[in-house]
């Protein structure tokens, strides 16, 4: 039986994803500014993923078996074509702040497809109370009547509610795939399957034909520099770590603080708007997510508290 991680390893992982992915939306918008979004995600975790995987090897880490690139691909193309890709998609017409929003979402849907799965059990009121506060932020935010400043793109919005649902089924799968290689192999594995198959989306969607090397811009540039650097290769890598170390209601946490970090940074810096509808909104939502979180590990100590007891009597039982 595997020991549990560190606290502090935990803290720290957990620290990264909160602060790092709540300014990674900004940055994603402001790539997609100049280079087409596929291949911009397709790019960023292909360098970060190889980069990894390469200093993986050079620790010494042995090759990768054949056996294990399927799962890693599935993972990667899981969280990064269907979540990340989607993203990136739709933030040309999402403002940052409230992409972050729309993804907040994340727990609601691991709770709904983790109650899908066969021998688990049946979600408690708190839980279902979180997902009825969830939808109902989501549909105080994505109100098709509003018009102006406050209006979100439907089509967008659908995509960016597609895209949290895509990611939760990566994080569950991906917890439940433990691979022998090192672990940094395998996060540089899932990495890199992901980018490339980022690209190949890209490629189906006839973006290098729209994409334009020389009208990158400089603030582009800058803005795929820091998510290939800090947001994939530190964010990204904390997060594959937690969804194999914690639980998935734990590793999606970051559901609470990455909205908060998002508006501040998109007002600062994009002067993207803050109206009273979207403060509205995230406070609902991220209610729901806080109770959706509060109500699952309250589940989990109970039946982890339950097991010992639960034990000798099965070996009673079984003389």
């Known amino acids: 039986m595997e020991s549990p991680p560190a606290r502090a390893k935990v803290a720290l992982a957990l620290l990264a994803v909160y602060i790092i992915w709540g300014s990674t939306y900004l940055g994603i918008r402001i790539v997609v500014e100049t280079i087409p979004p596929f291949l911009s995600a397709g790019m960023r975790f292909s360098l970060a993923g190889g980069a990894l995987f390469l200093i993986a090897k050079l620790q010494g880490a042995p090759s990768p078996s054949r056996a294990s690139w399927k799962p890693a691909a599935i993972t990667g193309g899981l969280l990064l074509l269907g979540g990340n890709g989607l993203v990136s998609w739709a933030e040309q017409s999402v403002p940052s702040s409230l992409t972050a929003l729309l993804i907040a979402i994340v727990p609601l849907w691991v709770v709904v497809i983790d109650f899908a799965l066969p021998g688990h059990l049946r979600p408690s009121l708190g839980v279902l109370a979180g997902i009825g506060l969830g939808l109902a932020g989501v549909a105080i935010l994505v109100d098709p009547s509003q018009v102006g400043a406050a209006h979100i793109d439907p089509v967008g919005a659908a995509v960016l509610i597609l895209a949290s649902a895509i990611w939760s089924v990566g994080t569950i799968y991906g917890g439940r795939v433990k691979l022998k290689e090192a672990p940094l192999l395998v996060i540089g594995m899932e990495m890199l399957a992901g980018g490339l198959i980022l690209l190949a989306a890209g490629t189906l969607a006839g973006e ?4 334009d090397l020389g009208g990158v811009s400089q603030r582009s540039l800058l803005a795929f ?11 990204f890598t904390a997060y594959l770590w937690l969804i194999k170390n914690v639980p998935p209601a734990l590793a999606t946490t970051y559901a609470f603080v990455n909205p908060v970090v998002a508006i501040y940074v998109g007002w600062l810096v994009l002067a993207e708007p803050v109206t009273p509808r979207t403060l509205l909104a995230a ?12 109500a699952r590990s309250r589940r989990s100590r109970e039946i982890a508290e339950a097991q010992p007891v639960q034990a000798p009597l ?3 039982v079984s003389r």
């Open 208 to 211: 290098w034909q729209a994409f």
């Open 225 to 235: 520099v820091y998510l290939v650097l800090v947001g994939a290769m530190v964010g």
């Open 283 to 294: 406070a609902v939502i991220i209610a729901g997510v806080a109770l959706i979180t509060q």
């Open 314 to 316: 099965e070996k009673e």
